[in-house]
């Protein structure tokens, strides 16, 4: 077992000495700014509609692409003066830069306009602001930057200057493309690509992987982006590791109306230019659907850089996608590749690194990284014990002792099943499509229950076709009513039939409306308080190319109307893994959306009351990209009170002012969000409204649940957006911070009130990536399950990591498996799928700590262990039902219950 967990993670090295940067920086002109923006604002007649700022991003990689010895640029350059445009280590030329900006703006104005009157305007100013790239030549002066420079927040946290956020990603990223990687005797050279959140650096050219007769491509993927840590004086590097995968079919098959990123290499488009390539330009391109072909969207740059270089052949659309592994390989000094995502055709070459790989990547950035910044300590043990009290796992040998087991894990589930019903039946209905996935969930119903499978039909005991039957079966005050019944068209893709004067959202919803009420009417009452649909389903790659007509949201709205929760299972023939598996997952997920799961008793160093309550806060923002093409938000409360009998498991219903069982939450977001608004027109509210109406609803929610103990549990990067206060800087130990107000106690919203944020890496590394180091060189790097603190730590950290080890899901997969270089014993490794294991970071905000407890006079009160209540939390990622959950329990149902929330719009009025 492992003792030490290491991150890579590295803040700046105090011992080093100063670390002052020195930059040539310009900023954007006042005069270009006002003359560019009533260009850019041409392009949209309304006004209500018109941007606020200019679209320099595009202007920005432009430059980053072309121009030598740019570093960075600042962001919001383009709406204010204050902001400084960009870094560089070297002048550029005016002869260089005026090119591209020229460039840049002539794709400002409308492409056309059909009033000649409004055409010849825009060509007028065109050539005015043309002019003033001349007239007013921005001027460079130099800035020393500190690259450490950081401030505490009231609450301990470091803020760096927010130049850092670009500048020092961007000096890694260089540091790191200087030197290249050495791999059993073969070196590995990076390219940067900048991104919004700091800096990607790409092994380029491809390596290739050769399996039957096509090769496959792939690169080492590295990125860097600065972080802050909680209650934490310095501020980190986060450096991450994984695999870029290339789309190179013949043609490559785009998922319709998602698009593609393409990563462009080209030598710098000026006569004499020699600098060496260190950049890889990001491009997109998607389908024109005023024109019906693939085009380069507004921020791709392959389709300015022609004007400035003409001795060179660029790829059009078309032809990288028809012929991308050409293209990959290069063309007269040119290169592209299309980025593959999960939304194309499946890739031989499967994700990510094992940790001994990602231990060699990591000792390459640590060597380059000195001195200025240094690793941070490793993580010792928290807490004593890493799991709560779990049934046992292994089978054991002695047949008695198996058959004793199995029945325990039985009376475990009746028992959550009886409390989440509350005495009535439980009322299953398997809506199939195939024969073999509705015998296997009837079997896996059976399995999960201890049912008999061979007794319990209703019109026939012995009869063996289960093609639309009834069964039931009674264990005392249990009764199980299953129903099997073919879905037929009910399961067919939606047809989406395009209406004049109708958006696409509308047609959608209308497609939705229609299905959901023929699978109501089929199913009918389901003759209690709610029940549940296992539902067969066509596989998500039917709908690559026609995501709307994927039936999923009709069929969880029609199981709603019917009162019922639903699970969906994909038909075999779509599916991956033993169906048998599948099944009894998809029923395990079906009682979980039914409430029949509770955390299990838990295995901490001190105790906390007994009778403690979790709190846990989503917030659903649904974008118009999403199932529905519809835009909505909902923030989701959930209570869990693991000892109570009955509904352990409730949600806030806000518009009631009650707590229900958690099914009945899920069933009414479905419904509701399906309801016609009545108001014409889109309903928009500042940021700002919905940060204050979702602040409200916490504070009604905090006083609900202030009569007994209670940990309120909520994700960092999911609701600060709408609970600004949850931001690193503004939290403050052992207090509470609502917009526009001064931070207050804690233990004024209640006396027994504890909070923990759990952040995961939101999609922007906010989180370490970390792997368990050796004890000596025979044994490779590994993972280790447990929850982990700082070394250095004193008793009053608030801290911690939490990490699971490897689920049975991810299969046999060696430690010190090597992609990137593969050994020769094991030449197929790069279509292993290795597995990375996300640490989540516990902030334990606020608990009865010494402090709270004297600032509440309440000093006899025995006080907690931060690290205890952090412990708490991490317990709660583990589950008899379940592998090692990515979040703790009332979290991860707080996130699935977004699938209920599908807002369909109104029909024209």
Known sequence: MYELIRTCAYEPDPTSGPWTERYRVIDFPSEWRTAFMDL???????????????????????????????????????????????????????????????????????????????????HAALDGALALIDQHSPRW????????????????????????????????????????????????????????????????????????????????????????????????VHVSYGIRRWETGAPVRLPEGQGATVLLDAPLPWPGAQAPRSRLAVNSLAVDRGLGTLSWTRQSLVEVLPQLDILRAYPKPSELVAEAATWLGGRDGVAAGIVHSTAMDDHRVGAGLMPLERSLLDRWVEDALRPFLRRVPDYGRAHHKRRPVLLPTSPPKDPQQREQRAQERVLARRAAVRAALDGQPLRVDVLWQTEETRDALVDALCSWLGLPADTGI??????????????????????????????????????????????????????????????????????????????????????????????????????????????????????EGPLAIRAGSAVADGMRQLGAVVPPEQQLDEKLPDDLQYLALWHVRRQVSGPTRKAAERLVALRIRPGDAVHPVRGWDDARKEWVPYPRLLITFATDSALVDPRPGPVVRAAGEQSDEVERQIRSLLFQVRDRPTLVLANSGNLRAAWPGLSNGDVVKDMITFRGEEPVRLALHGADLRMVLVRDTNSRDETPQWYAPADGDDEPPGFSAGLWAAHDADPDDRVFLSTVGKPASAGAVRRDLRKLVPDKDWPHAPAARAWNPQALELTVVGCLSKGALAAAGRAGTSADRPSVVAAATHQLRFHDEYDPLSRPLPLHLGKRSEEYVLPLASPPV
């Open 141 to 236: 002066r130099h800035e020393s930057v500190d690259l450490a420079a950081a401030e505490l927040s009231a609450g301990g946290t470091a803020r760096p200057d927010r130049r850092l956020y670009h500048l020092l990603p961007e000096w890694v990223g260089a540091k790191l493309a200087a030197r290249p990687l050495r791999l059993d005797g073969i070196d590995l050279s990076f390219r940067q690509v900048t991104r919004d959140q700091g800096v990607e650096l790409v092994s380029w050219p491809p390596r290739q992987y050769v399996r039957g007769k096509r090769t496959w491509y792939y690169s080492a993927l590295v990125t860097v982006t600065v972080q802050t840590v909680p209650f934490t004086e310095r501020f980190r």
């Open 40 to 122: 850019y604002r041409r392009r949209w007649p309304r006004r209500d509609q018109q941007p606020l700022g200019l679209p320099v991003k595009r202007l920005n990689a432009l430059l980053r692409s072309t121009a030598p010895g740019l570093v960075a640029t600042g962001r919001g350059a383009g709406s204010s003066s204050e902001v400084p445009w960009f870094y560089a280590t070297e002048e550029m030329p005016a002869e260089l830069v005026a090119p591209l900006l020229a460039s840049w703006v002539m794709t400002l104005p409308p492409d056309t306009d059909p009033d000649p009157g409004r055409a010849a305007e825009h």
């Open 458 to 575: 209703a019109d026939g005991a012995d009869e063996p076709d289960r093609t639309d039957k009834e069964y039931e079966w009674r264990f005392g005050d249990l009764r199980v009513n299953v129903r099997v019944r073919s879905l037929e068209s009910l399961g067919a893709p939606l047809e989406i039939i395009r209406r004049s004067g109708w958006s696409r959202a509308q047609v959608l919803a209308d497609a939705v409306r229609e299905r959901g009420a023929r699978i109501a009417e089929g199913l009918g009452p389901a003759g209690g308080t709610f029940g549940l649909a296992l539902v067969e389903t066509l596989g998500p790659g039917r709908f690559r190319r026609r995501p709307d007509a994927d039936p999923k949201a009709a069929l969880r709205l029609g199981c709603a109307e019917a009162d019922r929760v639903s699970q969906f299972i994909v038909v075999p023939e779509d599916a």
